[in-house]
């Protein structure tokens, strides 16, 4: 068979077939099926791999994600929580709320070059959402191929190593105490531009670990090696961390949970916040 002479497909053209082989989705010899139906037929690839029973919606929904450089990941294949929503459903109601933060923060960003692009995620009390808020925050910024780094402040009860499926047997902690490098730091499978940082076994010291200069040293490192760095914290009312890690990163989104949370600790929690130069750059409300 004669091969026409193409310039090589650019990132955004990939083609589905392909992406459907290397994500071993599809066979090989099956994609030439395909190939195949798809010429006699004049169909599109996804259509006509669906006709022959290779490939189910999920896998093209895959497929077309990838090829616009939209990774997600599919439900049972990842060990990822499902609770991460914006890993397997790009085109969510939740997903695109947590959407809209991003563009109100890419907005606030964008708007002041000198801005640090680290965000703590903080609220009053336990249970508000700020590990999910994070977590799904975190993947949209990556899905916008900006490199992304999650970090699990949260050294008391921390939640993104479950979230995310990672080990946590070193993490922020380890890190801050000099008993672990920059392997603490983990890729997420599937989702390219995303990397966590687990907190690590829990400390007996957190907030003394946090209050000393390594922290603000790290989060500098980690400010160059990535483009947006996401930090979940505890909540205000579990200790001082929370206004500290917001008052090292700069910069803070605010989070209540509808119905649930008093407005009292929350406005104190904000005018503390700028009362220590924190940027509060967005506020959500939690209506989970
Ligand atoms: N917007 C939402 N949609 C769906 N589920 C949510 C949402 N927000 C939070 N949840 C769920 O609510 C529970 C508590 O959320 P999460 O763990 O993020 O809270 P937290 O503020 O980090 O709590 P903690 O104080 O324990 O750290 C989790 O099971 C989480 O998956
Ligand atoms: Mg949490």
């Known amino acids: 068979m004669n091969a026409p002479h193409k310039l090589p497909p650019q990132p955004q053209e990939r083609p589905i077939g392909a992406i459907l082989v290397e994500s071993g989705r599809l066979r090989a010899e099956d994609a030439?099926?395909?190939?195949?139906?798809?010429?006699?037929?004049?169909l599109r690839f996804g259509d006509a791999a669906r006709e022959l029973r290779?490939?189910?919606?999920?896998?093209?929904?895959?497929?077309?994600?990838?090829?616009?450089?939209?990774?997600?990941?599919?439900?049972?294949?990842?060990?990822?929580?499902?609770?991460?929503?914006?890993?397997?459903?790009?085109?969510?109601?939740?997903?695109?709320?947590l959407r809209g933060l991003r563009t109100q923060l890419m907005l606030r960003w964008l708007g002041d070059p000198a801005a640090r692009r680290r965000l703590a995620v903080v609220s009053p009390t336990r249970g508000d959402g700020r590990s999910w808020t994070a977590a799904n925050l975190a993947v949209v910024f990556s899905q916008l191929g900006e490199r992304t780094l999650l970090v699990d402040a949260d050294l008391r009860r921390p939640a993104q190593h479950r979230l995310f499926g990672l080990p946590n047997g070193s993490g922020l902690g380890t890190l801050l105490a000099g008993r672990s490098g920059g392997?603490?730091?983990?890729?997420v499978d599937g989702l390219v531009?995303?990397?966590?940082?687990?907190?690590?076994?829990?400390?007996?010291?957190?907030l003394e670990?946090?209050?000393?200069?390594?922290?603000?040293?790290?989060?500098?490192?980690?400010?160059?090696?990535?483009?947006?760095?996401?930090?979940?914290?505890?909540?205000?009312?579990?200790?001082?961390?929370?206004?500290?890690?917001?008052?090292?990163?700069?910069?803070?989104c605010v989070l209540a949970r509808q119905n649930a949370s008093a407005t009292r600790p929350l406005v104190q929690l904000a005018e503390r916040l700028r009362a220590a130069s924190v940027n509060v750059v967005g506020s959500v409300l939690n209506a989970y």
């Not at 030439?32 to 004049?42: A, N, T």
């Not at 392997?183 to 890729?187: K, Y």
């Open 54 to 97: 290779l490939v189910d919606d999920e896998d093209v929904a895959f497929a077309l994600a990838h090829q616009f450089d939209y990774p997600y990941v599919a439900w049972g294949k990842s060990a990822i929580h499902d609770a991460v929503v914006a890993a397997y459903q790009p085109f969510g109601d939740a997903v695109e709320a």
């Open 193 to 206: 531009n995303l990397s966590v940082l687990p907190a690590g076994p829990q400390p007996p010291n957190p």
């Open 209 to 252: 670990l946090l209050s000393r200069l390594p922290f603000p040293a790290l989060l500098d490192r980690l400010g160059v090696q990535f483009d947006v760095v996401i930090i979940d914290t505890p909540a205000a009312e579990q200790g001082a961390d929370a206004e500290l890690i917001a008052a090292r990163a700069g910069a803070a």
């Open 183 to 187: 392997e603490s730091i983990r890729r």
């Open 32 to 42: 030439e099926r395909v190939l195949r139906l798809q010429r006699e037929r004049g």
